[in-house]
């Protein structure tokens, strides 16, 4: 724990441990975590000073995404996404199919899920390749599902893989975090901070960074010269982090338990570069707001590397915002989660 840092005013402990492949999490009005772990196919929930602090709620092959709306939990496969019940002893009613048929997953197969200020349920469907052309408009893409009559439309395009997307509390804008692709080098390009609105188009595989054409890509948009697509169809990023940085998560802070100044700022999951020299990431970054739109971005939770930056000692996943304001933080290769609390109160 003494490796771990956080800024001034703030103290790091441990939430839970000896979880496994802890990824996404989603937290219930009463307090309780519910966790899913990809490679131990099933979610957990976790409530603290219960006499069984870890419960096994449900057992999915491919489970990844979650989310929590007015007592029911949602759940996302490769090809599901799933609703039930929360019970009040912690556990889940039955299951209830919503949709079976999202794509095929290809390289990049974990769906995550969230949920508009309007109860749209909005899902990352990621690339199935590094650069290519895909067969259909719901890959690469965010989309928005109606849970009511089971309809559903793509939203944003032209997303690599956009795991991580939530709402400024203030303006309900909807922002996101992409990664970028693999074969521009240990430099190229950084991962995306992007203002996700609908109908826009984010530039994969045509494009990357500031609306730069992707040469190396042999994609090319249909009718118009690629520098010109990128240019004038594509939206451009509002903040980059670094290349291959594997961006996870963002999570808008919402509550009162951090100092003011934090409310409304953005905290991102860099979980770490796999395809670089010098690694990248491990960390969580704020992304500081003012009037809506991010100013800038500074490390907040540090120490998942080695002295030397070589080599990694944990990689970060989820992030949630726990009732009483604190924030947790999910490490799946350790199996642990998290909890940053500020001293002072707020």
Same mark, same amino acid.
């Given at each position: 724990?003494?490796? !771990?840092?956080?800024?001034?005013?703030?103290?790091?402990?441990? #939430?839970?441990?000896?979880?496994?492949?802890?990824?996404? *999490?989603?937290?219930? =009005?009463?307090?309780?975590?519910?966790?899913?772990?990809?490679?131990?196919?099933?979610?957990?929930?976790?409530?603290?000073?219960?006499?069984?602090?870890?419960?096994?709620?449900?057992?999915?092959?491919?489970? +990844?995404?979650?989310?929590?709306?007015?007592?029911?939990?949602?759940?996302?496969?490769?090809? /599901?996404? *799933?609703?039930?019940?929360?019970?009040?002893?912690?556990?889940? @009613?039955?299951?209830?199919?919503?949709?079976?048929? !999202?794509?095929?997953?290809?390289?990049?197969?974990?769906?995550?899920?969230?949920?508009?200020?309007?109860?749209?349920?909005?899902?990352?469907?990621?690339?199935? $390749?590094?650069? $290519? #052309?895909?067969?259909?408009?719901?890959?690469?893409?965010? !989309?928005?599902? /109606?849970?009511?009559?089971?309809?559903?439309?793509?939203?944003?395009?032209?997303?690599?893989? *956009?795991?991580?997307?939530?709402? +400024?509390?203030?303006?309900?804008?909807?922002?996101?975090?992409?990664?970028?692709?693999?074969?521009?080098?240990?430099?190229?390009? @950084?991962?995306?901070?992007?203002?996700?609105?609908?109908?826009?188009?984010?530039?994969?595989? #045509? $494009?990357?960074?500031?609306?730069?054409? /992707?040469?190396?890509?042999?994609? *090319?948009? =249909?009718?118009?010269?690629?520098?010109?697509? $990128?240019?004038?169809?594509?939206?451009?990023?509002?903040?980059?982090?670094?290349?291959?940085?594997?961006?996870?998560?963002?999570? #808008?802070? /919402?509550?009162?338990?951090?100092?003011?100044?934090?409310?409304?700022?953005?905290?991102?999951?860099?979980? @770490?570069?796999?395809?670089?020299?010098?690694?990248?990431?491990?960390?969580?970054?704020?992304?500081?707001?003012?009037?809506? =739109?991010?100013?800038?971005?500074?490390?907040?939770?540090?120490?998942?590397?080695? =002295?030397?930056?070589?080599?990694?000692? @944990?990689?970060?996943?989820?992030?949630?915002?726990?009732?009483?304001?604190? !924030?947790?933080?999910?490490?799946?290769?350790?199996?642990?989660?998290?909890?940053?609390?500020?001293?002072?109160?707020?």
């Amino acid at each position: 724990m003494t490796r !771990l840092k956080v800024p001034e005013g703030f103290e790091v402990s441990v #939430f839970a441990r000896d979880l496994g492949n802890a990824r996404m *999490m989603a937290v219930a =009005e009463d307090g309780t975590v519910y966790v899913t772990r990809p490679n131990e196919k099933d979610v957990i929930a976790l409530t603290e000073g219960s006499s069984e602090p870890r419960v096994v709620v449900a057992d999915l092959d491919g489970i +990844h995404g979650i989310a929590i709306r007015e007592g029911r939990i949602f759940l996302a496969t490769v090809h /599901d996404v *799933m609703a039930a019940d929360l019970k009040e002893n912690g556990t889940i @009613g039955e299951l209830e199919t919503i949709i079976d048929d !999202l794509p095929d997953g290809g390289q990049h197969g974990r769906r995550t899920l969230g949920f508009a200020p309007d109860s749209g349920l909005h899902i990352n469907v990621g690339s199935s $390749c590094d650069a $290519c #052309f895909e067969s259909t408009e719901e890959k690469a893409a965010n !989309l928005r599902l /109606d849970i009511k009559d089971k309809t559903r439309t793509v939203f944003a395009h032209g997303l690599r893989n *956009m795991l991580g997307f939530d709402w +400024h509390p203030e303006t309900d804008v909807m922002w996101g975090v992409d990664h970028g692709v693999d074969h521009l080098g240990d430099d190229l390009p @950084g991962e995306e901070l992007n203002k996700i609105e609908q109908d826009a188009h984010y530039g994969w595989p #045509f $494009c990357y960074g500031d609306r730069q054409p /992707d040469w190396v890509s042999f994609t *090319m948009p =249909e009718g118009v010269p690629k520098e010109e697509f $990128c240019q004038t169809k594509t939206v451009g990023p509002a903040l980059t982090f670094d290349a291959h940085a594997s961006v996870i998560n963002i999570r #808008f802070y /919402d509550a009162d338990q951090f100092p003011a100044d934090y409310r409304g700022d953005a905290f991102v999951t860099l979980r @770490g570069s796999a395809n670089r020299a010098d690694p990248a990431g491990y960390k969580i970054v704020r992304v500081t707001f003012e009037n809506g =739109e991010p100013t800038g971005k500074e490390d907040f939770l540090t120490g998942f590397l080695s =002295e030397d930056g070589k080599s990694e000692l @944990g990689r970060l996943a989820g992030l949630a915002i726990a009732p009483d304001g604190s !924030l947790l933080v999910s490490e799946d290769t350790n199996g642990v989660i998290y909890k940053i609390m500020h001293r002072a109160g707020g």
